[in-house]
């Protein structure tokens, strides 16, 4: 039984900086995920992939974070990061990890996909 678990949420005042957590467990037969990523969710709002890595550690960044986030993995601790410099306020939103067995083109336009792993979410608000 996979699960994902996020940490690091917070508040934070516009120009801070915030790292997120997404502790990975479960995934007993070792094989890894194609690819994982961080999405997010503002209230009255859809679901926006944030950033993907993929098992080459091929990066994409959404064009909202590209130059201000940056995503990584550590494979020997099972955990994913989000790494957030320069927040502004329109990033306060409720934070996802995800992962799944397809390529990550495939993982970021099918946000709904019924395959993806979802962690619980995490909140941040920059203010």
């Known amino acids: 039984h996979v699960q994902l678990v996020e940490s690091g949420g917070g508040s934070v005042q516009a120009g801070g900086s915030m790292t997120l957590s997404c502790a990975e467990s479960?995934?007993?037969?070792?094989?890894?995920?194609?690819?994982t990523g961080w999405f997010r969710q503002a209230p009255g709002k859809e679901r926006e992939w944030v950033a993907t890595i993929d098992s080459d550690t091929k990066t994409h960044y959404a064009d909202s974070v590209n130059g201000r986030f940056i995503i990584s993995g550590d494979n020997a601790r099972h955990t994913l990061y989000l790494q957030m410099n320069n927040l502004k306020p329109e990033d306060t939103a409720t934070y996802y990890c995800a992962a799944e067995g397809r390529d990550c083109l495939l993982f970021r336009l099918l946000v709904s996909s019924p395959s993806k792993h979802w962690g619980q979410g995490t909140q941040v608000t920059v203010s």
């Open positions: 479960g995934n007993g037969d070792g094989s890894g995920y194609r690819c």
